[in-house]
DNA sequence: CTCACTGCAAAGAATTTGCACTGAA
DNA sequence: TTCAGTGCAAATTCTTTGCAGTGAG
């Protein structure tokens, strides 16, 4: 909920670039690379660096309020986390990223995996690829 | 099973260099960079060059014989698919990657997201991350 | 007041491209 | 013979670092 909040109770600083930043992603429908968040930061906050973009990034993924999603393309891109554990569906179409809860599915196949491997699963990287309804209709 | 006969029926040639790579990967317990395998393969075939690693990566992920691995850490790794559907689970301690069975425990998550978001789901993404049997031993 | 945060310039990786030559089919 | 495949060098991203100035707490 209050992403400045969780900024303060770890003992980061509220600063215009880091407002910039998450006002951005507050408002971006699709995860975004570091460049077009800066590209779209900076009328926002216009002494914003690229550099600062990225270090800022780094700490909100830490803080976990972002969420790092990958990209065959190459780069990485960037979108909301929403509080507790979710997972994202990508839309090949329009890039649209949606969130779904995690599912207790994942839970039963996390189990038959510690058996069959022996590993102490500790974490998971689940992403969706598909086509959103918008994109599924008209050509 | 025999990646040279899936080389040739795509239309792709069979070269020294493909063989290098692949030669590499079929003995790798972990997932490699480019430039692992590049160093790796150099030995096998001198006049590899690392452009022709990533094109040649390109090529054998494309045809389904390697699966690419996402690595926070910035670059990717790649790792021999077998033939089947499978998802990978990485060892935390000492880099090595487990293939494990899909699952249909993945089916059932997908139907509930199609249901609940109204996508479509082409494909996914499913990566483990934990501790194998000899990690978690106390050394 | 302090020290986390920032911008800038520059360095460092990772990956791609242009081009002429080579060799698999 | 023919064109996919290749090596090299150079160009492009993408991302990180060093450093001194600035401002949030």
């Given amino acids: 909920m209050d992403w400045e909040r969780t ?21 971006a429908a699709v995860p975004l690379s570091p460049q077009a968040i800066y590209e779209r930061a900076r009328p926002l ?6 550099v600062t973009v990225y270090r800022t990034l780094d700490v909100l993924v830490e803080l976990g309020l972002l969420r790092r999603v990958h990209r065959d393309g190459g780069c990485h891109g960037y979108v909301l986390a929403s509080p507790g554990h979710s997972h994202t569906i990508l839309c090949r179409g329009c890039g649209q990223a949606v969130e779904f809860p995690g ?23 689940l992403q969706l690829v598909g086509l959103c309804p918008a994109c599924r209709s008209p050509r």
Same sequence: chains 1, 2.
């Fill in 7 to 27: 900024l303060a109770r770890a003992g980061r600083r509220l600063t215009a670039s880091r407002r910039a930043v998450m006002q951005v992603l507050l408002e």
């Fill in 103 to 125: 599912g207790e599915d994942l839970d039963g196949l996390v189990a038959q995996v510690q058996q069959a491997t022996g590993f102490r699963v500790e974490g998971h990287l």
């Fill in 45 to 50: 906050h216009p002494p914003l660096g690229l």
